[in-house]
Structures are given as structure tokens and as C-alpha cells.
């Protein structure tokens, strides 16, 4: 199972966790964005873009790890558009507060999970495994 993960570099240490945790776990990371410098020149950026668009296209599953930015947003529509499974992560509940969440979140192939870094991993494991049982 290939997965990406989007977050903001606030985040980093995070996203290198879920990362080995998934890695551990036999699934198979796209692109590892955490890899690179913040990009200073617009081919930096372009190249960077690239790369992460593929990533995201090429991966079966996409966690997102809030608070994100602008990128990984981007990166929520086109797994969106291109009918990815996605997990969503929060340490709290902010996600289902009107005030401050997004449309986005709360689409049938968008699961969302607040709590721990750790319960998170765990439910997306779990819920590719009952995804993958569903097919045989």
C-alpha cells in the first residue's frame, strides 16, 4: 500500500514519525518531502510541486496532518479529485467546529481522527486493512 502524507513543515517531526511508523508497517511512502530544503527560487518550487503532485496521483492512501498550509491543502483536492482514500489528523477536535474547519473535511472519503499521533496511525492502519479485506 503506497501512501504521501501533506502537512506543514510546523509539522515536520510529525510526518518523519508517521513516515517510519507506515514504513515499519510495509507501506511504502511516495515521496518524502520532509527530505528537502524550503525552496527560494520558483524552479525550486516548480520541481518541488511536481514531485508532490506525482507523489500524491501515485499513492493509494493520504494522510494529512493539521495544522497544514496552503501546499497541502492543494494536495487534500487533488486526492480529492483523483478519488484517494484519506485520513485526516488533528490532536483536537477543531475539525468538527464549524467556526474553523473546511468543507473538505467532511466528505465521505475523508476520515477524520482526533486524538493522539499514535490512536491516529493506528486507525489508518486499521481502517486500510478493513479496506483491502472488503476487496477479496
Not at 473546511?102 to 486493512?129: A, C, M, N, R
Amino acid at each position: 500500500m503506497k501512501f504521501y502524507i501533506a502537512s506543514s513543515f510546523k509539522n515536520i517531526g510529525k510526518v518523519k514519525y508517521v513516515n517510519e511508523r507506515l514504513k515499519a508497517g510495509g507501506f511504502i511512502h511516495t515521496y518524502d518531502w520532509t527530505q528537502n530544503e524550503r525552496a527560494v527560487t520558483i524552479e525550486q518550487l516548480r520541481d518541488i510541486g511536481t514531485k508532490e503532485k506525482e507523489a500524491v496521483m501515485e499513492a493509494d492512501v493520504i494522510a494529512v496532518l493539521l495544522p497544514a498550509g496552503k501546499g497541502s491543502h492543494i494536495e487534500l483536492g487533488i486526492a480529492l479529485g483523483q478519488g484517494k482514500r484519506i485520513y485526516l489528523y488533528s490532536e483536537s477536535d477543531d475539525i468538527n467546529n464549524p467556526e474553523t474547519t473546511s468543507t473538505f473535511y467532511h466528505l465521505p472519503q475523508v476520515e477524520k481522527y482526533s486524538g493522539t499521533l499514535d490512536e491516529f496511525i493506528d486507525f489508518l492502519i486499521e481502517g486500510v486493512k478493513d479496506d483491502q479485506s472488503s476487496y477479496i
